[in-house]
Protein backbone atom coordinates (compact mmCIF):
# COMPACT_ATOMS: atom_id res chain seq x y z
CA UNK A 1 0.00 0.00 0.00
CA UNK A 2 1.32 3.47 -0.86
CA UNK A 3 1.65 6.15 1.95
CA UNK A 4 -1.95 6.73 3.47
CA UNK A 5 -0.82 10.64 3.41
CA UNK A 6 1.44 12.09 0.97
CA UNK A 7 3.59 16.18 0.76
CA UNK A 8 2.28 17.46 -2.21
CA UNK A 9 2.31 20.93 -3.56
CA UNK A 10 -0.72 21.76 -1.72
CA UNK A 11 -0.50 20.40 1.53
CA UNK A 12 -0.47 16.71 3.42
CA UNK A 13 -2.43 14.83 1.10
CA UNK A 14 -4.63 11.61 1.30
CA UNK A 15 -5.33 10.31 -2.16
CA UNK A 16 -7.73 7.45 -1.38
CA UNK A 17 -10.18 10.31 0.75
CA UNK A 18 -9.27 12.73 -1.67
CA UNK A 19 -9.01 15.19 0.89
CA UNK A 20 -5.94 17.19 1.92
CA UNK A 21 -5.17 18.29 5.73
CA UNK A 22 -4.01 21.86 6.37
CA UNK A 23 -3.58 22.78 2.69
CA UNK A 24 -1.69 26.25 1.64
CA UNK A 25 -3.38 26.65 -1.86
CA UNK A 26 -7.04 26.28 -2.96
CA UNK A 27 -8.63 22.47 -2.85
CA UNK A 28 -11.76 20.81 -2.93
CA UNK A 29 -11.78 19.43 0.56
CA UNK A 30 -9.47 21.31 3.79
CA UNK A 31 -9.33 19.51 7.23
CA UNK A 32 -8.11 21.86 9.51
CA UNK A 33 -6.04 21.35 12.36
CA UNK A 34 -7.35 24.54 13.65
CA UNK A 35 -7.81 28.00 12.86
CA UNK A 36 -4.00 29.86 13.12
CA UNK A 37 -3.35 31.55 9.16
CA UNK A 38 -0.22 29.35 9.00
CA UNK A 39 -3.00 26.44 9.16
CA UNK A 40 -6.12 27.56 7.35
CA UNK A 41 -5.99 29.49 4.22
CA UNK A 42 -9.07 31.13 2.34
CA UNK A 43 -10.24 29.48 -0.88
CA UNK A 44 -11.13 26.05 -0.08
CA UNK A 45 -14.85 24.69 -1.28
CA UNK A 46 -15.01 22.92 2.07
CA UNK A 47 -13.32 23.07 5.17
CA UNK A 48 -13.90 20.43 7.94
CA UNK A 49 -12.58 21.33 11.81
CA UNK A 50 -13.51 20.75 15.56
CA UNK A 51 -16.60 23.37 16.17
CA UNK A 52 -15.01 25.08 18.52
CA UNK A 53 -12.38 26.00 15.48
CA UNK A 54 -15.49 27.19 13.15
CA UNK A 55 -16.33 30.55 14.85
CA UNK A 56 -12.20 31.98 14.27
CA UNK A 57 -12.31 30.06 10.68
CA UNK A 58 -15.23 32.32 9.49
CA UNK A 59 -14.36 35.60 11.53
CA UNK A 60 -10.47 35.57 10.22
CA UNK A 61 -11.70 33.46 6.17
CA UNK A 62 -15.53 35.21 5.60
CA UNK A 63 -18.88 34.06 7.11
CA UNK A 64 -19.47 32.60 3.20
CA UNK A 65 -16.84 29.95 3.82
CA UNK A 66 -18.52 26.06 4.36
CA UNK A 67 -17.37 24.56 7.27
CA UNK A 68 -18.73 20.83 8.52
CA UNK A 69 -18.04 20.99 12.26
CA UNK A 70 -17.73 18.20 14.57
CA UNK A 71 -16.47 16.97 18.20
CA UNK A 72 -13.74 15.01 19.28
CA UNK A 73 -13.62 11.32 18.92
CA UNK A 74 -16.68 11.42 16.29
CA UNK A 75 -15.94 10.15 12.53
CA UNK A 76 -17.06 10.85 9.18
CA UNK A 77 -16.09 8.77 6.02
CA UNK A 78 -15.04 9.82 2.31
CA UNK A 79 -14.62 7.43 -0.46
CA UNK A 80 -14.47 4.81 2.65
CA UNK A 81 -11.33 6.70 4.88
CA UNK A 82 -12.43 7.10 8.11
CA UNK A 83 -11.33 10.95 9.41
CA UNK A 84 -11.62 11.64 13.19
CA UNK A 85 -10.49 14.69 15.18
CA UNK A 86 -8.97 14.56 19.01
CA UNK A 87 -7.34 17.04 21.23
CA UNK A 88 -4.06 18.70 20.38
CA UNK A 89 -4.07 20.91 23.28
CA UNK A 90 -2.48 23.75 21.29
CA UNK A 91 -5.64 26.12 21.21
CA UNK A 92 -9.42 26.09 21.71
CA UNK A 93 -10.36 23.39 19.16
CA UNK A 94 -6.70 23.01 17.91
CA UNK A 95 -7.21 19.19 16.50
CA UNK A 96 -5.31 16.29 15.33
CA UNK A 97 -6.44 14.50 12.60
CA UNK A 98 -6.28 10.88 12.65
CA UNK A 99 -7.20 8.72 9.38
CA UNK A 100 -7.86 5.22 8.80
CA UNK A 101 -8.22 3.33 5.65
CA UNK A 102 -8.10 -0.74 5.27
CA UNK A 103 -6.47 -1.28 8.31
CA UNK A 104 -3.80 1.41 8.10
CA UNK A 105 -4.31 4.28 10.61
CA UNK A 106 -2.04 7.65 10.14
CA UNK A 107 -2.09 10.93 12.63
CA UNK A 108 -1.29 14.18 11.40
CA UNK A 109 -0.78 16.70 14.49
CA UNK A 110 -0.95 20.19 13.69
CA UNK A 111 0.52 22.03 16.15
CA UNK A 112 -0.05 20.77 19.89
CA UNK A 113 0.98 21.39 23.20
CA UNK A 114 1.81 18.26 25.51
CA UNK A 115 1.12 20.11 28.64
CA UNK A 116 -2.13 20.95 29.34
CA UNK A 117 -2.74 25.19 29.61
CA UNK A 118 -6.59 24.98 31.43
CA UNK A 119 -7.88 26.09 28.45
CA UNK A 120 -7.61 23.79 25.34
CA UNK A 121 -8.70 20.31 25.75
CA UNK A 122 -5.50 18.57 26.42
CA UNK A 123 -3.47 16.90 24.20
CA UNK A 124 -4.31 13.09 23.89
CA UNK A 125 -2.05 10.38 22.61
CA UNK A 126 -3.56 8.62 19.60
CA UNK A 127 -2.47 4.94 18.41
CA UNK A 128 -1.57 5.05 14.72
CA UNK A 129 1.26 3.57 12.43
CA UNK A 130 2.41 6.62 11.40
CA UNK A 131 2.72 10.31 13.02
CA UNK A 132 3.24 13.11 11.07
CA UNK A 133 4.29 15.86 13.67
CA UNK A 134 4.06 19.48 13.33
CA UNK A 135 7.70 20.38 14.29
CA UNK A 136 8.59 24.48 14.47
CA UNK A 137 10.14 24.46 17.62
CA UNK A 138 11.20 20.89 17.77
CA UNK A 139 14.71 22.36 17.79
CA UNK A 140 16.94 20.80 20.87
CA UNK A 141 17.56 24.58 21.77
CA UNK A 142 14.27 25.20 22.56
CA UNK A 143 13.70 24.15 26.11
CA UNK A 144 10.28 25.28 27.41
CA UNK A 145 9.70 26.38 30.85
CA UNK A 146 6.83 24.49 32.64
CA UNK A 147 3.24 25.78 32.63
CA UNK A 148 3.15 26.50 36.45
CA UNK A 149 6.52 27.74 36.48
CA UNK A 150 4.92 30.78 33.99
CA UNK A 151 1.55 31.23 35.89
CA UNK A 152 3.45 31.48 39.08
CA UNK A 153 5.72 34.45 37.39
CA UNK A 154 2.50 36.26 35.89
CA UNK A 155 1.15 36.11 39.41
CA UNK A 156 4.54 37.04 41.00
CA UNK A 157 4.49 39.47 38.42
CA UNK A 158 0.87 40.82 39.39
CA UNK A 159 1.30 40.86 43.16
CA UNK A 160 4.31 43.29 42.49
CA UNK A 161 2.63 45.78 40.24
CA UNK A 162 -1.15 45.53 42.01
CA UNK A 163 -0.74 49.92 43.09
Not at 131 to 158: A, C, M, R, V
Request: charged content about 20%; some cysteine.
Amino acid sequence: MADLLQFTDRGIYCEAGDFYIDPWKPVNRAVITHAHSDHAYRGHNLYLAHRKSVPVLKYRLGDDIQVQSMDYMKSVSHNGVTISLHPAGHIVGSSQVRVEYQGEVWVASGDYKIEDDGLSTPFEPVKCNAFISESTFGLPIYQWKSQQNIFDQLHQWWRKNQD
